[in-house]
């Protein structure tokens, strides 16, 4: 069973920096990964996907990696800004059936003017 | 434009009521979605439509139903609420499937009582 993992939970840094959000998963049989950004009490925005013969994607000051074989996406984003700050989560989808997707659980990021 | 709306935005019920969840989207996507997001978890599919005149039970089907009544509207009926159904309630599209990007509504949350 796929398992998605999002550490560290919450993350504070200054404004104007630049960081990296992680997403872990256990089956490297992925189709593809999503990058979404929640706000309080707000719907999921999908921020980029990448599908598994991609390495990366860009828009704008966000950048996500993929590497299948050790089982990781990060979410670069640069220059931080304090709009930034929201909840965001990655969503694997696995092999096999369109509907299966696992959701990570989170990294919300406070970025401090 | 309008996207992924739900409606209510908030409900509270008390145990064995029911209640339908309203969805709908105006961007012709083929595939819908609810899911439930509980604090601590990742979100978790309830019911999907991969086109018009289909649904299937997702990770978490017991005690919902479905109706995808044409290509905008895809509800989610709960026929004897229960305190465990407490949650926020997501409706998402997608063009096709998670080939494609998807889109979420603003959420539903729901307490049972």
């Known amino acids: 069973k796929q398992e998605v993992t999002q550490i560290p939970a919450a993350l504070s840094v200054p404004e104007g920096e630049n960081l990296v959000l992680n997403c872990s998963f256990t089956?490297?049989?992925?189709?593809?990964l999503q990058w979404f950004r929640q706000d309080p009490g707000k719907g999921l925005t999908s921020l980029l996907l990448?599908?598994?013969?991609?390495r990366e994607q860009t828009s704008g000051r966000l950048n996500a990696s993929l590497d299948k074989s050790s089982g990781r996406s990060t979410l670069y984003i640069a220059a931080s800004q304090p709009g930034d700050s929201a909840t965001y989560l990655c969503?694997?989808?696995?092999?096999?059936?369109?509907?299966?997707?696992?959701f990570g659980t989170g990294t919300k990021l406070q970025v401090i003017p | 434009n309008a996207g992924v709306t739900q409606t209510p935005k908030f409900q509270v019920l008390k145990t064995g009521q029911s209640m339908t969840l309203q969805c709908a989207q105006d961007m012709n996507h083929n595939s819908m979605y609810w899911y439930r997001q509980d604090p601590g978890m990742g979100l978790r599919l309830i019911y999907y439509s991969a086109s018009e005149g289909t649904t299937d039970k997702g990770e978490v089907p017991n005690g919902y139903n479905v109706s995808r009544l044409n290509k905008r509207e895809f509800s989610l009926r709960l026929e004897s609420a229960a305190p465990s159904q407490t949650s926020v309630y997501f409706c998402a599209s997608s063009e096709q499937g998670w080939d494609t990007e998807a889109f979420f509504g603003q959420g539903t949350r729901l307490t049972v009582v």
């Open positions: 990448i599908q598994s013969s991609q």
């Open positions: 969503a694997v989808r696995n092999s096999g059936g369109y509907q299966k997707v696992t």
């Open positions: 089956d490297s049989a992925i189709y593809n």
